[in-house]
């Protein structure tokens, strides 16, 4: 193999991999709180934009094990990415907030499941009622923003959530889980990179 095609085919691999790495990376979580200043009326989403206290936000790997502060406001934004090799699967979503006032469950925008009662499932996820639960038939790829709004009046508890694909094992709603979903398949990785070393074998030949 001539220099300059082995350098040619040594780029097309970095770029392969910076592609795959670029994937990895894909999601974030943000947790954001905020003190009760007026009443929870059970439009969750609206509440939380209507309290006038300060926002204290953070930044989680992991959602389980989180814990919200007492007469609080609780917002959770989740981005995440799914290629096209997830595409298509049936997802379940759940989250266990501790919610005294209750709370609602969004994916992109579209609300999904909201309960008005006091949320909370001492770490039994076979208490469904106690969850926020978001099920999604045709998960579509491309982004995607899950966002949770609850309200907690005393005594907080830990906090978890988990997700599953096609009736698959649980997975944490973490972001290390989550981005997963937006690393391609082996498979198409190698075959863009094949396609890209053709294309640079095919111009060096032309010219």
């Not at 690393?183 to 990179?193: I, Q």
Request: aromatic share 10%; charged share 10%; proline share 2%.
């Amino acid at each position: 193999m001539k220099k300059s095609t082995s350098r040619t085919f040594f780029a097309v691999l970095l770029a392969s991999g910076f592609l795959a790495a670029s994937a990895v990376h894909a999601a974030s979580m943000t947790y954001e709180t905020r003190a009760i200043t007026s009443p929870v009326s059970g439009n969750y989403q609206a509440d939380w934009s209507s309290q006038a206290s300060s926002v204290t936000s953070s930044q989680l790997s992991d959602f389980n094990g989180s814990v919200g502060a007492n007469s609080s406001y609780d917002h959770l934004s989740v981005s995440f990415n799914v290629a096209a090799a997830a595409a298509g699967s049936t997802a379940i979503f759940e989250l266990a907030p501790d919610a005294g006032y209750g709370g609602a469950l969004y994916l992109d925008g579209l609300l999904l499941d909201a309960k008005n009662t006091d949320l909370w499932w001492g770490g039994n996820w076979d208490a469904t009622g106690q969850l926020l639960v978001a099920s999604i038939g045709n998960l579509a790829a491309g982004n995607h923003v899950l966002e949770a709004f609850w309200a907690e009046g005393c005594c907080n508890g830990a906090q978890g959530g988990r997700y599953q694909l096609n009736g698959g094992n649980w997975q944490a709603l973490s972001v290390s889980n989550l981005d997963s979903l937006a690393v391609p398949e082996p498979a198409s990785l190698a075959l863009f990179g094949l396609g890209l070393f053709g294309l640079a074998v095919g111009r060096r030949k032309n010219g």
